[in-house]
């Protein structure tokens, strides 16, 4: 089955560095990738949607100039948490569609920032 | 407002009994309905996917069923297994009229515990 890699799958950051995480789809083309976050024993919200080649749609109240997200390639999305703070701390997790199919999620990027 | 809501947070249930997760929403006209399943520190995997005109979608030992007039789908897991313990996750696209490369909400979770 189609198998979505998110690296790094834990990082420890100080307060004011920036963190870049890594979604690929390792066997098939993802046309658009999703990032989540999520806390602990709450569900997943929505960050942003990547399409290829083009600029992320970010949700209402995500500051899309602390987190980048780039999609160079159909089938690499990477997230960068500019700047980041202990409130960043949070477990991220991306998402690919490929057309027809139900979302395939990476294992997450659990991130935590001192 | 819209909202999805699985109304238990938690459910304990016997091993062998049936489990029954509800998902219920409102001001959505979804296309389709799916369950995922997440474990600890891990991202969710998909289960089934059931439109709005199927009634009820079976793989295995799971069963989705989708009432529109209710707004409202159940999960039901028959013969539990201690392995069945997990988070279980109700999404719903709240735009397109088909499944691909769309937009996701997610439901607030009901973690399930299976006990021996």
């Known amino acids: 089955g189609a198998v979505v890699s998110q690296h790094p799958s834990w990082v420890i950051c100080k307060s004011g560095t920036s963190v870049k995480i890594e979604c690929r789809s390792l066997?098939?083309?993802?046309?658009?990738m999703f990032w989540y976050r999520q806390f602990p024993k709450q569900s997943l919200m929505l960050m942003a949607t990547s399409n290829e080649g083009s600029k992320a749609t970010y949700e209402q109240g995500v500051e899309k100039d602390k987190f980048l997200i780039n999609h160079a390639s159909l089938t690499l999305s990477t997230l960068t948490v500019t700047s980041a703070h202990p409130e960043d701390s949070s477990f991220y997790i991306c998402?690919?569609?490929?057309?027809?199919?139900?979302?395939?999620f990476g294992n997450g990027t659990r991130l935590t920032v001192t | 407002s819209q909202k999805i809501e699985q109304n238990s947070e938690a459910l304990n249930i016997q091993e062998g009994k049936t489990a029954t997760l509800t998902c219920n929403y409102t001001?959505?006209?979804?296309?389709?309905l799916q369950w995922y399943r997440q474990d600890p520190g891990r991202g969710p995997v998909f289960l089934l996917l059931?439109?709005?005109?199927?009634k009820e979608k079976r793989k295995e030992r799971l069963k989705v069923t989708f009432d529109t007039t209710l707004k409202q789908s159940l999960f039901h897991i028959t013969a539990s297994q201690p392995a069945d313990s997990a988070t279980y996750l109700c999404a719903l696209d709240p735009v397109s009229l088909d499944s691909s490369a769309s937009k996701i909400i997610f439901g607030s979770g009901t973690r399930l515990s299976i006990r021996p």
């Open positions: 066997d098939f083309q993802a046309t658009t």
């Open positions: 998402s690919a569609a490929s057309l027809g199919s139900p979302l395939h």
């Open positions: 059931i439109r709005e005109n199927e």
């Open positions: 001001n959505y006209s979804p296309a389709y």
